[in-house]
């Protein structure tokens, strides 16, 4: 595994809970129809995303950012040192 390789997988779930997490909040009328048990808060007058589109994002959301700590423990930790080749 090349140095540049855990740069760029911590990149991509960084990037993709970025993502996920802009996306969240620009439908956040979305998001709180997916976990409204009553009707105390009065919905918009916009149409909602799918159910399936907000879990989608709501799991890409979770699963990037827990990556990305996983990613940097395991690089704190020296394991990620045996993986690397550091050969030119």
């Not at 855990?6 to 809970?17: H, N």
């Not at 990037?64 to 394991?79: S, T």
């Not at 040192?81 to 050969?87: F, G, L, M, V």
Request: aromatic share 10%; net charge positive; proline share 5%.
């Amino acid at each position: 595994m090349s140095l540049a390789s855990i740069d760029i997988l911590f990149a991509v779930c960084a990037i993709a809970s970025l993502l996920a997490g802009v996306w969240l909040l620009l439908h956040l009328p979305s998001v709180v129809a997916l976990f409204a048990r009553n009707r105390a808060i009065a919905p918009s007058g916009r149409p909602h995303a799918s159910r399936a589109m907000t879990w989608f994002m709501l799991a890409l959301f979770n699963l990037g950012w827990i990556a990305c700590v996983l990613i940097w423990i395991w690089i704190i930790g020296g394991d990620a040192n045996q993986a690397i080749d550091a050969r030119p």
